[in-house]
């Protein structure tokens, strides 16, 4: 099965790609590109599913760069292959031939660019990361690189939806200590919970940050098991692990 690669209008000058699970060599509750070396796959065969989306973005596997994430808002800067992966939830470069990428399984996974100063950047924002600012982050790094932020397009790429997002009551109260205007991605639920609309939310900062074009692809990783690996659907079903989805852009 040939790879299925999700891409934007916005970001047509820059090759990039949002990765669904499709064409990928894994098998089991991992079957097809699972990307996630920190899962319980074999190896070699994440590998083999990581060199294929090198082969697809034409760069070398060593210079498509990942972090180690920890859901925070540190940003690194890279200018060639890193040596090991760094804790961290961003990557920025202005160096051509280098690819940024990110690994998600409902949290957003956003990838940035300005094509008029030849700075990318790549976000792995999950609620906590998003609420602690990674966003905001990556937007200050790309500008320490020459970028501008009124020049750079932001796409969301799938994520969890509202719909499928059900928490419980004290998951607001941060969200409300940062602004309590953030009530409005909060929807009732059942049982006094709330569906939470993160990629809203994730839109939300990027244009109070002030990015020239943000959007989200608007596809739903837990409702969609043929293509998206999913964190909470793979929780639900009772699964011991669940696949990684790859997002990544290149310069």
């Known amino acids: 099965m040939t790879l299925e690669i999700l891409t934007a209008d916005s970001l047509a000058k820059f090759r990039h790609g949002f990765f669904t699970r499709r064409g990928g060599a894994s098998s089991g509750i991992f079957s097809g590109l699972n990307c996630g070396a920190g899962s319980s796959d074999q190896s070699e065969i994440v590998s083999i599913n990581r060199a294929r989306v090198a082969e697809a973005m034409q760069v070398e596997p060593d210079k498509m760069l990942g972090v180690h994430q920890v859901h925070s808002a540190d940003v690194i800067a890279a200018t060639g292959p890193l040596a090991e992966r760094p804790r961290a939830d961003g990557l920025v470069t202005a160096t051509p031939g280098l690819a940024l990428s990110v690994l998600t399984a409902d949290c957003q996974p956003v990838l940035f660019g300005d094509a008029r100063a030849g700075v990318i950047g790549a976000a792995h924002a999950g609620w906590r990361g998003a609420l602690d600012g990674v966003l905001e982050a990556t937007l200050d790094a790309m500008e320490a690189l020459g970028a501008k932020r009124e020049d750079i397009c932001a796409v969301i790429g799938p994520s969890i939806s509202?719909?499928?997002?059900?928490?419980?009551?004290?998951?607001?109260?941060?969200?409300?200590?940062?602004?309590?205007?953030?009530?409005?991605?909060?929807?009732?639920?059942?049982?006094?919970?709330?569906?939470?609309?993160?990629?809203?939310?994730?839109?939300?900062?990027?244009?109070?940050?002030?990015?020239?074009?943000?959007?989200?692809?608007?596809?739903?990783?837990?409702?969609?098991?043929?293509?998206?690996?999913?964190?909470?659907?793979?929780?639900?079903?009772?699964?011991?692990?669940?696949g990684r989805l790859i997002s990544v852009i290149r310069l």
């Open 162 to 242: 509202q719909a499928a997002y059900e928490v419980g009551p004290e998951f607001i109260d941060d969200f409300i200590a940062e602004d309590p205007q953030n009530s409005q991605f909060f929807a009732n639920g059942l049982n006094g919970h709330y569906q939470f609309d993160l990629p809203a939310y994730g839109l939300h900062r990027l244009r109070r940050a002030g990015v020239g074009q943000a959007e989200w692809t608007r596809h739903c990783t837990y409702g969609d098991p043929d293509r998206f690996y999913s964190y909470r659907r793979s929780t639900h079903a009772g699964e011991a692990d669940y």
